[in-house]
């Protein structure tokens, strides 16, 4: 009894009122931030091993601070999903995101993650489907990103959900793939195209049981038909040992960082096909 009550009073913590009160003022300061258009995007290449080129850009949320500069989304997603900002965050980087890959040329794809929360909204699919009209990009030309918590929400209508994407001829990507739960079920459960291998297991590229899991990872795709892509790819032994085992498309520093959309012609004359 001594040990819970000393427990319980553990529960207390000073830090937890500091934690609690920064994310209060996070909060306020990105409901400003959404009012003052404080968002960009940021573009980094998918690279098609086989062609020498690029097949595509993932678009990556960037937060420009008035005061702190650059904000990375690791920092400010999980609150603005916390507070119900994600699904205009969401809604507004898919629609610049089309809208930029309308003018590029016709072959690239552009990638968009989707926060699970976003498929609470009854809406998501036709509010897609308005974006793609209103911006003119062919469905065929967007993947959506999803990451595997969003298997662990409601089943059916997120089936439903992607089922509607697919039908549309939206590709569908599992994102930080080999991070979650029973990955390989959702494959074959979901209508998944592509798989991003996680790069946490691209980082220890050296280690045998990580390349054992990219080999089955692989393995297991093509079996499928579904397409894999490397993510965190950073060095040249990186994309030796991937280019070894088959993967066909990879993603990382080593390519390009990611990019604002003013650089994005600088990386296509860069990589183009020889
Ligand atoms: P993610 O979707 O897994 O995106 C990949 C992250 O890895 C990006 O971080 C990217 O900049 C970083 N990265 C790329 N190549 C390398 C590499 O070679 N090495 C290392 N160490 N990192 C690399 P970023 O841009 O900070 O984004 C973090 C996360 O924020 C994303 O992870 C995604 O989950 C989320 N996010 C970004 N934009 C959006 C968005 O528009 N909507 C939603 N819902 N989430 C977003
Ligand atoms: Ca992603
Ligand atoms: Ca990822
Ligand atoms: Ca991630």
Redesign the pocket.
């Known amino acids: 009894a001594k040990a819970a009550g000393r427990n319980a009073y553990r529960f207390f913590k000073p830090e937890m009122a500091e934690t609690i009160e920064r994310r209060r003022r996070m909060e306020i300061d990105l409901r400003r931030a959404v009012e003052a258009d404080e968002f960009e995007?940021?573009y980094?290449p998918f690279y098609d091993v086989a062609r020498g080129t690029i097949s595509g850009f993932?678009?990556?949320?960037?937060w420009r601070h008035p005061e702190r500069g650059l904000v990375?989304?690791?920092e400010f997603?999980p609150i603005a999903?916390e507070v119900g900002l994600?699904d205009a965050?969401?809604l507004w980087?898919l629609e610049a995101a089309c809208r930029q890959a309308a003018q590029w040329p016709s072959q690239l794809s552009i990638s968009?993650?989707?926060?699970p929360i976003?498929f609470r909204d009854p809406d998501l699919s036709r509010r897609v489907e308005d974006i793609l009209n209103a911006t003119g990009l062919p469905p065929s030309r967007l993947q959506l990103?999803v990451?595997e918590s969003l298997m662990l929400e409601d089943d059916r209508a997120t089936l439903a959900v992607l089922q509607a994407f697919r039908a549309r001829g939206i590709r569908l990507s599992m994102?930080?793939f080999g991070t979650g739960y029973s990955s390989l079920g959702y494959l074959t459960k979901f209508p998944f195209d592509k798989v991003?291998i996680?790069?946490s297991f691209v980082?220890h590229l050296t280690e045998p049981e990580n390349i054992a899991v990219v080999r089955a990872v692989i393995g297991l795709s093509r079996s499928m038909g579904i397409s894999v892509i490397a993510?965190?790819?950073?060095t040249s032994e990186h994309y030796d040992v991937l280019e070894r085992e088959g993967c066909r498309e990879m993603?990382?520093?080593?390519f390009s960082?990611?990019v604002p959309a003013l650089e994005v012609a600088g990386l296509l004359m860069r990589f183009r096909p020889q």
């Open positions: 995007l940021f980094q993932e678009a990556l949320i960037r990375s989304p690791g997603i999903e994600i965050m969401g980087a968009v993650n989707l926060s976003q990103e990451t994102d930080d991003k996680d790069q980082r993510e965190g790819v950073e993603q990382g520093y080593f960082p990611p």
